[in-house]
C-alpha cells in the first residue's frame, strides 16, 4: 500500500518543476563554473582540435577512454609542460627588467635598458645615488604588511592558476572520452530549438578554431621568430619581449612593432648601430610579412567571421570587462551574438 501510494506522486508524468526552480539551479551552476569558464572553454577547444586522432588511438588502445587518457597525456607534455616551464622563465626574466625598468627615469634610460646588462654601460639619470640593495628579509621588516599582501596575492594567484590546470586536464580529458555523448545530452536538453543549439554550438567552435589557430597561431609563429632573433643578437629577457610580441600580435598589420621597434631604438642608442639596422630590417621584412602569409594560410582551416579589427576591439573590450579571460569572452560574446541575430533574422523572413 505504501508502495502504490508514492507512485503517482513519483512518476514522470507527475514531476513538475517550477521554472523558477529551473532557472534558479542553472544560474547557481554557472556560478560554480564562472571562476575556471576561461580554462573549461580553452580545454574543449583544444580538445576539440584533436578528436580527430581519438579513432585511430581508439583502434590501437581498444577503447576510447584509453585514447583519451593517451592524447591528454601527450597534450599535457606538449603544451602544458613546456609553458610552465617557460612561465618559470619568464617570472625571473620579467622581475628582472621590471627592476631596470623602475629605476629608469627617462626614456631612454627604458629604452637601454631593454638592450643592456643590468648596470652596464648605463649612466644615471640622476645625480642622486641609488640606494643599496637590501636582503629580503631586510625588505620584510621594514614593509612587512605591504610584503604580507603581496605574498597573500601571489599565494592566491598560483594556487587559481594550479587548480586551473587542472581543470584543464580534466575537461580535455571528458571532451575526448565522452564528448559525442555530452554534445547529445546538452543538445536534447538545451532549452533552445535544436536547430539554434546547433547553430550556436558551430558558432562556439569556429570561435575557438579561430583564436586558436588563426589569431594566436599566427602570433605564435611571430613571436618565436622575434625570441630567436632576441636571442641572437643578445638581447637581455628574450623570453619577456618574446611574450610582449605574442600579446602585441592581436593588433592587425603593426602590433609587433610596438615591441621590436623600442628594441631597435634601444640598440641604436646603446651605440649597437648595426644590431639596430638588423631588428629593424627583421621586424619589417619577417615578422611583418609572417603575418601577413602566416594568418591568410591558417585562416583556411579556422576561419573566424569576424574581421580583425572587431577582433581586437572585443578583446580589449573583454580585458576590461573581465581581465585576462576576456581575451577569451569578448570574441566569443561577439561571435555568439551575431550568430544569434542571424538566426533571428531567417526566423522573421517568410
Same mark, same amino acid.
Given at each position: 500500500m505504501a508502495d502504490e501510494a508514492r507512485g503517482p506522486t513519483t512518476s514522470t508524468a507527475a514531476v513538475r518543476v517550477p521554472p523558477w526552480l529551473v532557472f534558479g539551479l542553472l544560474a547557481a551552476a554557472a556560478l560554480v563554473l564562472v571562476p575556471y569558464w576561461a580554462w573549461i572553454v580553452?580545454?574543449?577547444?583544444?580538445?576539440?582540435?584533436?578528436?580527430?586522432?581519438?579513432?585511430?588511438?581508439?583502434?590501437?588502445?581498444? @577503447? =576510447?577512454?584509453? !585514447? &583519451?587518457?593517451?592524447? #591528454?597525456?601527450?597534450? %599535457?607534455?606538449?603544451? *602544458?609542460?613546456? $609553458?610552465? /616551464?617557460?612561465?618559470?622563465?619568464?617570472v625571473v626574466d620579467a622581475i628582472a627588467l621590471g627592476q631596470r625598468l623602475a629605476a629608469s627615469a627617462q626614456v631612454r634610460a627604458v629604452l637601454e635598458s631593454l638592450v643592456t646588462d643590468a648596470g652596464a654601460g648605463v649612466a644615471p639619470a640622476a645625480a642622486t645615488p641609488a640606494p643599496a640593495a637590501q636582503?629580503?628579509?631586510?625588505?620584510?621588516?621594514?614593509?612587512?604588511?605591504?610584503?604580507?599582501?603581496?605574498?597573500?596575492?601571489?599565494?592566491?594567484?598560483?594556487?587559481?592558476?594550479?587548480?586551473?590546470?587542472?581543470?584543464?586536464?580534466?575537461?580535455?580529458?571528458?571532451?575526448?572520452?565522452?564528448?559525442?555523448?555530452?554534445?547529445?545530452?546538452?543538445?536534447?536538453?538545451?532549452?533552445?530549438?535544436?536547430?539554434?543549439? @546547433? =547553430?550556436?554550438? !558551430? &558558432?562556439?567552435?569556429? #570561435?575557438?578554431?579561430? %583564436?586558436?589557430?588563426? *589569431?594566436?597561431? $599566427?602570433? /605564435?609563429?611571430?613571436?618565436?621568430?622575434?625570441?630567436?632573433?632576441?636571442?641572437?643578437?643578445?638581447?637581455?629577457?628574450?623570453?619577456?619581449?618574446?611574450?610582449?610580441?605574442?600579446?602585441?600580435?592581436?593588433?592587425?598589420?603593426?602590433?609587433?612593432?610596438?615591441?621590436?621597434?623600442p628594441v631597435a631604438a634601444?640598440?641604436?642608442?646603446?651605440?649597437?648601430?648595426?644590431?639596430?639596422?638588423?631588428?629593424?630590417a627583421f621586424g619589417l621584412l619577417v615578422i611583418g610579412t609572417v603575418d601577413n602569409l602566416v594568418r591568410p594560410w591558417l585562416a583556411r582551416w579556422a576561419h573566424l567571421a569576424l574581421p580583425a579589427p572587431v577582433i581586437m576591439i572585443a578583446m580589449f573590450g573583454g580585458i576590461s570587462l573581465v581581465g585576462p579571460s576576456g581575451l577569451i569572452l569578448g570574441p566569443l560574446a561577439l561571435r555568439l551574438a551575431k550568430e544569434a541575430l542571424v538566426i533571428a533574422r531567417e526566423q522573421r523572413e517568410p
Open positions: 580553452v580545454a574543449v577547444w583544444i580538445a576539440d582540435l584533436g578528436r580527430r586522432l581519438i579513432p585511430p588511438l581508439t583502434r590501437l588502445t581498444g @577503447r =576510447r577512454r584509453r !585514447a &583519451a587518457a593517451v592524447l #591528454t597525456v601527450a597534450l %599535457l607534455s606538449v603544451v *602544458v609542460v613546456p $609553458a610552465l /616551464l617557460l612561465a618559470t622563465s619568464l636582503s629580503p628579509l631586510d625588505l620584510l621588516v621594514a614593509h612587512g604588511a605591504q610584503a604580507w599582501t603581496v605574498l597573500a596575492l601571489l599565494a592566491s594567484a598560483a594556487t587559481h592558476a594550479v587548480i586551473g590546470l587542472v581543470v584543464f586536464i580534466a575537461s580535455a580529458y571528458v571532451v575526448l572520452a565522452d564528448g559525442p555523448d555530452a554534445y547529445a545530452w546538452l543538445e536534447r536538453h538545451a532549452p533552445v530549438p535544436r536547430e539554434v543549439f @546547433r =547553430r550556436l554550438a !558551430a &558558432a562556439f567552435l569556429e #570561435t575557438g578554431h579561430g %583564436l586558436v589557430i588563426g *589569431v594566436f597561431g $599566427a602570433g /605564435l609563429v611571430q613571436a618565436a621568430l622575434a625570441t630567436i632573433f632576441y636571442v641572437a643578437i643578445d638581447v637581455p629577457q628574450p623570453f619577456v619581449l618574446g611574450l610582449l610580441t605574442l600579446l602585441a600580435s592581436v593588433v592587425p598589420a603593426i602590433g609587433t612593432s610596438f615591441v621590436w621597434l634601444g640598440l641604436a642608442l646603446t651605440g649597437r648601430t648595426d644590431a639596430a639596422i638588423a631588428m629593424g
